[in-house]
Nanobody, 126 residues
C-alpha cells in the first residue's frame, strides 16, 4: 500500500486547511485510515482515524470540535478538515493505514498502522 498526502500549507491562526490522502496498491487490506502529526523535536502523536466498518471515527482530545475526518472506502481516500487552527497545530501531518478494524483504545497507537505516507507540512502562524 502506498499513501500520498496533500493539502498542507501556511495559514494564519484561526484559519482552515483540508488535508487529503489517497491509498493505492493493496487497498482491499485497509480497514482503518488515520492521521498522525509530528512537530519539530516532538514525538509523533495521533490526531484522528476512521474505521470503514460502521464509519467509526476517533479523535484525540486536542482536536475534538475543530478537526473532522472523513473518507471514501471505495476510493481509498481520507480527508482531514482542520478548522480554528492554532500555532501549536504546526507539524508534519502523516497519513497512515491499517488492516485492523480499530477500536477506541487502539486507534491512537502508531504501531498498529501498517503503512505510512510521506507527510504534508502544516504551518500555522500567530
Amino acid at each position: 500500500v502506498q499513501l500520498q498526502a496533500s493539502g498542507g500549507g501556511l495559514v494564519q491562526a484561526g484559519g482552515s486547511l483540508r488535508l487529503s490522502c489517497r491509498a493505492s496498491g493493496r487497498t482491499f487490506s485497509i480497514n482503518t485510515m488515520g492521521w498522525f502529526r509530528q512537530a519539530p523535536g516532538k514525538e509523533r502523536e495521533f490526531v484522528a482515524a476512521i474505521r470503514w466498518s460502521g464509519r467509526k471515527t476517533y479523535y484525540t482530545d486536542f482536536v475534538k470540535g475543530r478537526f473532522t475526518i472523513s473518507g471514501d472506502n471505495a476510493k481509498s481516500t481520507v480527508e482531514l478538515q482542520m478548522n480554528t487552527l492554532k500555532p501549536e497545530d504546526t507539524a508534519v501531518y502523516l497519513c497512515a493505514s491499517s488492516a485492523m478494524r480499530m477500536i477506541t483504545s487502539a486507534a491512537p497507537i502508531a504501531s498498529y498502522y501498517d503503512y505510512w505516507g510521506q507527510g504534508t507540512l502544516v504551518t500555522v502562524s500567530s
